[in-house]
């Protein structure tokens, strides 16, 4: 997977953990948290015990459900990131019926929202780009940076269509072409861009500057035609389209800090102070 941002969410008032893999844009939620919720159980260590019982009989039974369930690290209480049982919403919504609870329904409900706004924002994307407007708001970004942002998205979107279809897979692959143009037109991989920026599971392009994401723009926009007009399919000609799209906004940027003397890859984000967020920790 890629870059995962970690947040939570409530079902009444149980809070559950989730993961965003924007690779693949799928949230993935804690199962636990969801078998806490529905047994009613403060406890996190009971519940614990008991969706460990649950995924043996299950284990047992063949189910499928248990075999789409991954391990990924999710902040506790205590601050520390472990590695948990995460689902999607279409396996937790099988994992539901496995538990007796007056909470079941509930939590369908729930779950199927959450995948129905999803439907939603697949059938009129301008429902989720309405979202990410008021999301970023929120936080503070201005309208220049929001607009700069969702029409990078849009960029984005266009390449990843392209590569679905021509034979590149969703996940490590995406992940894979989008690292080598980033590092061809930045000069540093993903991972070390956020270093760069002191991130960690947040978004990078969610902490981008205004260059940083018309770079980045350039070439994915770059890297789409590329491949277009060779016709590129599957992982080697992609690969190929990727380094000479990022290329293109290689050459763009290297003349750009010529001129003014100013490196495009910059350290500046958009967290918060430590101050303001205290010493307040995930959930269970």
């Known amino acids: 997977m890629s870059a995962l941002l970690s947040s939570s969410t409530l079902f009444e008032q149980h809070q559950v953990r989730r993961l965003y893999d924007d690779a693949t844009e799928t949230w993935w939620f804690s199962v636990i948290d969801v078998v806490q919720a529905l047994i009613q159980q403060p406890d996190y260590q ?9 995924k043996e009989r299950l ?12 391990r990924l690290k999710l902040e506790a209480a205590d601050g ?18 496995s538990v007796p609870s007056p909470k079941a329904e509930p939590i369908k409900l729930w ?23 008021e999301l970023w708001r929120k936080h503070g ?18 390449l990843t269509d392209y590569w679905k279809e021509h034979g590149v897979k969703q996940g490590d692959e995406f992940a894979i072409l989008t690292n080598i143009i980033h590092q061809e037109w930045s000069g540093v991989t993903v991972k070390d861009h956020k270093a760069i920026k002191g991130l960690k599971t947040q978004n990078l392009r969610d902490h981008m500057t205004e260059a940083e994401l018309i770079f980045t723009a350039l070439a994915e926009l770059s890297t789409r035609q590329i491949a277009e007009s060779e016709l590129a399919v599957g992982m080697p000609k992609n690969k190929t389209a990727a380094k000479k799209g990022g290329g293109i906004a290689k050459k ?4 750009l800090e010529e001129k003014t003397g100013n490196p495009v890859v910059s350290g500046s984000n958009f967290l918060r102070p430590r101050s303001a967020v205290g010493n307040k920790s995930g959930s269970n």
């Open 59 to 70: 284990a047992k039974e063949g189910s499928q459900s248990v075999t789409d369930c991954h």
């Open 252 to 255: 763009a940027r290297l003349e």
């Open 141 to 158: 970004r201005s309208e220049k940076w929001i607009q700069q942002r969702m029409m990078g998205q849009e960029t984005r979107n266009k």
């Open 111 to 133: 779950l199927a929202k959450v995948g129905y706004e999803r439907m939603q924002e697949m059938g009129d994307p301008g429902l989720g780009l309405d979202r990410a407007r």
């Open 80 to 97: 520390k990131k472990y590695l948990t049982d995460v689902a999607t919403a279409e396996t937790l919504l099988r994992l539901v019926q």
């Open 46 to 54: 009971t519940a614990r015990k008991y969706w460990n019982k649950l």
